[in-house]
């Protein structure tokens, strides 16, 4: 069966630090992955998805990036944290089919940051 | 352009009372899917259905229940005899066909379940 990872669960970071978060999936090759962010309230925010190894899409510009090292790797960085950064950060993963809309996501159990 | 409304913010009921979480979608296309995930308080989304646009059959599992209208745009989520676990912001979403692999949520419904 697959399983999803996430680390660290919680992070106290300060304003200006570097962030690294990383997410590894198992039991499932070439996966499309996620990071989605949930601010105050409860909105998904999409920050990046990626389709294979070191290919990454960005759907919101801001001072976060993504990277894929290996195929069921995918890891969150920054160099210098805002407050703004604060939030729950949750990874997905979803298969790979020629129908790949057909398929859901399946989420793994999020980093909770808070920046000071 | 793809839509997901949730027009439900929070709901509050009694233990054992049925209850419906509403969702109404906007697609141009013919072939979607839709899906429903729970997130109980300790933040993991929880997928529990997907639908297709070509399958209107409602769906049950135990004490959980959908309801798929194209005539109405909607794919809504009924609980029945509710209980206190079952207290969670449940997300509807929407992916349509033709290459998309994101898809869209709607800003979810709080579900607070009274003892």
């Known amino acids: 069966s697959q399983t999803i990872h996430q680390w660290p669960a919680t992070l106290v970071q300060p304003v200006g630090s570097p962030l690294s978060l990383e997410c590894t999936v198992e039991g499932t090759s070439n996966p499309n992955l996620y990071w989605y962010r949930q601010a105050a309230g409860r909105g998904l925010q999409l920050l990046f998805y990626s389709v294979g190894i070191g290919q990454i899409s960005s759907e919101v510009p801001q001072n976060l990036s993504a990277s894929r090292p290996q195929d069921r790797q995918f890891i969150l960085s920054s160099k210098k944290l805002l407050l703004s950064d604060s939030g729950f950060y949750l990874c997905?993963?979803?298969?790979?089919?020629?129908?790949?809309?057909?398929?859901?996501?399946?989420f793994g159990p999020g980093t909770r940051l808070t920046v000071l | 352009a793809q839509k997901v409304t949730q027009a439900q913010t929070e709901i509050s009921v009694v233990e054992k009372e049925d209850v419906t979480l509403d969702c109404v979608y906007e697609t141009r296309d013919t072939t979607y899917y839709l899906f429903w995930y729970k997130q109980p308080p300790s933040g993991e989304l929880v997928f529990l259905i997907r639908r297709n646009s070509f399958d209107e059959q409602n769906e049950i599992s135990g004490r959980y229940s959908w309801n798929f209208q194209k005539s109405t745009s909607s794919f809504n989520f009924t609980i029945t005899a509710s209980q206190v676990v079952d207290s969670a912001v449940y997300f509807c979403?929407?992916?349509?066909?033709?290459?998309?692999?994101?898809?869209?949520f709607g800003r979810g419904t709080s579900l607070i379940v009274h003892p």
């Open positions: 997905a993963w979803s298969g790979d089919s020629p129908e790949s809309s057909y398929n859901e996501q399946f």
């Open positions: 979403a929407l992916r349509w066909r033709g290459g998309s692999y994101i898809p869209t």
